[in-house]
């Protein structure tokens, strides 16, 4: 019988890490499938901040795990500022520098700079492996530049994740238009070709909402050990809607949205059952008048201070609510 339960629970186990290890095999596109967001979104350094980007620069993160040793490419959709997609204030005069990062300095586990999170940090460590600025070039609209190749060992190694770190910059230069652009780490530098095992994440979440009632957008923080509350903060949501949390645990919670130009936060209390696993934060827009170009910052930090990753690709896959049940034993007839 010991054999058996042992045999199970081995089982179990297997199962467990399959389903966490499958839930990064499509984590390369930005943002994810499962996120359901058009849009990054990043202005110039002389916007306002009340147009929804609290510091006209965006960082994500991507992780590539150390059993892949071919070349890749890191691809942004849509870099210029001045297409159908950017977000026009006067005339387009922007521009916007991408920069890829490897190299000691990167991993932000190691590296709290490099998170990018506190006013006046140096965010740009590591080595500089390639950057472009890009303006109102119309060849780059609506289309795909590729950086890159880089080769995997180039980047910061993370023994715990067993994966290289690699970093993406996006700055707004000048201008005060706003950029919206996507990206996708691929394994071929003119397709977009998943690399198995990668994912992307990122501490400070600038997205655009879809101008459409029906449409949820949801990002993906993962909750590590030892989390026993989180303090997320939501930056110009423009009182648009709802902001639900959803897990295993929690059917969804509403919590304090912001209006126009303000940070509004709170507390949330995580149970053990969500300890190991991702949370979906999910945005509902409000009904009626539609609130169009919506743009909105989210962060999210534990009781110690320390600020939780998004992931593209939710850990562990996206959460679904399991509905605690009571069950009255009945005693058996005599």
């Known amino acids: 019988m010991k054999i058996i339960k042992s045999k199970y629970r081995f089982l179990i186990l297997i199962f467990l890490l399959g389903f966490i290890y499958a839930s990064f095999l499509e984590g390369q596109a930005v943002p ?30 991507f992780s590539v795990l150390k059993d892949y040793t071919k070349p890749f490419y890191i691809r942004v959709f849509d870099p210029d500022c001045g297409g159908e997609n950017d977000e026009i204030q006067g005339d387009f005069n922007s521009k916007f520098s991408f920069s890829v990062y490897g190299g000691k300095g990167v991993d932000p586990d190691k590296n709290e700079d490099s998170k990018g999170l506190d006013k006046g940090v140096n965010y740009r460590t590591g080595n500089l492996l390639s950057s472009k600025v890009f303006g ?40 005060d238009d706003g950029n919206l652009y996507r990206f996708f780490l691929s394994r071929d530098g003119n397709n977009n070709l998943p690399i198995e095992g990668a994912n992307a994440f990122t501490y400070a979440y600038t997205f655009r909402m879809w101008n459409d009632f029906k449409s949820v957008a949801h990002i993906y923080p993962f909750v590590d050990t030892g989390v026993v509350f989180i303090k997320q903060s939501n930056f110009d949501w423009d009182n648009d809607g709802k902001i639900l949390v959803v897990s295993r645990y929690k059917q969804g919670i509403e919590v304090p949205i912001s209006n126009e130009n303000v940070w509004e936060s709170s507390n949330i209390p995580i149970e053990p059952a969500e300890v190991n ?15 169009k170009n919506n743009n909105v ?38």
């Open 277 to 291: 696993s991702s949370l979906d934060f999910q945005f509902h827009k409000r009904q009626g008048e539609l609130v």
């Open 32 to 61: 994810g499938k499962d996120e359901n967001i058009p849009f990054l979104v990043t202005f110039g350094k002389s916007g306002k901040t009340s147009w929804g980007d609290n510091d006209f620069y965006q960082i994500f993160f």
């Open 136 to 175: 109102s070039e119309a060849r780059y609209d609506n289309k795909y530049y590729t950086f890159g190749p880089f080769n995997p060992s180039e980047g910061d190694f993370n023994e715990r994740w067993n994966s290289y770190i690699f970093k993406i910059v996006c700055e707004g230069v000048s201008g």
């Open 297 to 334: 910052v989210v962060t999210l930090k534990n009781q110690r201070g320390d600020a939780l990753k998004f992931y593209s690709s939710p850990i562990g896959g996206v959460p679904v609510y399991i509905p605690k049940t009571n069950i009255t034993k009945i005693a058996p007839k005599k």
